[in-house]
């Protein structure tokens, strides 16, 4: 499987925006639920964001519900992560991952995703 392609990492101020993009090729994308997790030294790989395949349902992790936004266009085979109101902890690799099976049950959990980007650094400055 090809690995998803995440850009659209950087540095930016606290309260700030950013809009992460992970690009995934194949056929049947749409099939699939799509998810962001991050990672920050010294800490485990945690969720953030999924969606499932069509857009209709999406879940956040605690810490950023409100504040980011995941959304998809299968068209495009394309997968946002739109932050806003960034504050210093969220400073981490951001990745995009991708269900290991079609069809299958919207999931925060690492196990249920079988192909994953190499990840785009998000800094945020206080």
């Known amino acids: 499987q090809v690995q998803p392609v995440e850009s659209g990492g950087g540095l930016v101020q606290a309260g700030g925006s950013l809009r992460l993009s992970c690009a995934a090729s194949g056929r049947a994308f749409s099939s699939y639920n799509m998810g962001w997790f991050r990672r920050t030294p010294g800490k485990e790989r945690e969720f953030v964001a999924s969606?499932?395949?069509?857009?209709?349902?999406?879940d956040y992790a605690d810490s950023v519900n409100g504040r980011f936004t995941i959304s998809r266009d299968n068209a495009k085979n394309t997968v946002y992560l739109q932050m806003n109101s960034l504050k210093p902890e969220d400073t981490a690799i951001y990745f995009c991952a991708k269900a290991k099976f079609p069809y299958s049950s919207i999931s925060r959990r690492e196990e249920t995703f079988g192909s994953w980007g190499q990840g785009t650094q998000v800094t945020v400055s206080s």
């Open positions: 969606i499932s395949r069509n857009g209709a349902s999406t």
